[in-house]
């Protein structure tokens, strides 16, 4: 299987069946998809975690003592602290609802950042009870820097437009060419 064939949505729901049904297959797939993905019980402890959760978080989870996330520190979109225990995770499980649409910020231990978007998803029993989690975690880093710059450039655009000097006009167009080589730097990269 390709990772690139399958779109984050196609393999978080290939996650679910594999958690679900227990199927041992399916787990060994996700082990090597280089897509972030990890599993807790029905109490937050983490139970799972795929190879690439271990180069997201820059830490290796400890099952069953880690609660609620594989990152070392979590920290809202904004930068305030995040409890582990107030994190997307610990709200799917709580409120038995999968959690969209929200970003986090990872702190690793080496203090680098990595902002990301979760995907917690419930996973119930035969009889409707939670028996924990999954979550499949989307880096946006770069993207997220890409718009930065590719902002940036703009605005030296903007500025260069609006000034008569030559050479200040000069500098800004260089700075712009700067920021957007950087921004298709990054793109590449990913």
Known sequence: MQQGALSFEEILDLAVEAFSAREPSGIEILDELPVPIYTTDCEGRVSYFNKACVAFAG???VPGQDLWCVTWK????EGAALPHDQCPMAVAIAERRPVRGVEAIAERPDGTRVR???YPTPLFDADGAVIGAVN?????TDRKQVAH???QAERCRRLA???EDAST???LSTM?????ERARSLVRLN
């Open 149 to 151: 710059l590719r902002s």
């Open 59 to 61: 830490r290796t989870p």
């Open 136 to 140: 499949l975690v989307m880096d946006v």
């Open 169 to 171: 006009r000069k500098t």
């Open 176 to 180: 712009a060419e700067d920021y957007e």
């Open 116 to 118: 990301f978007r979760p």
């Open 74 to 77: 979590l920290f809202t979109g």
């Open 161 to 163: 437009r609006s000034i």
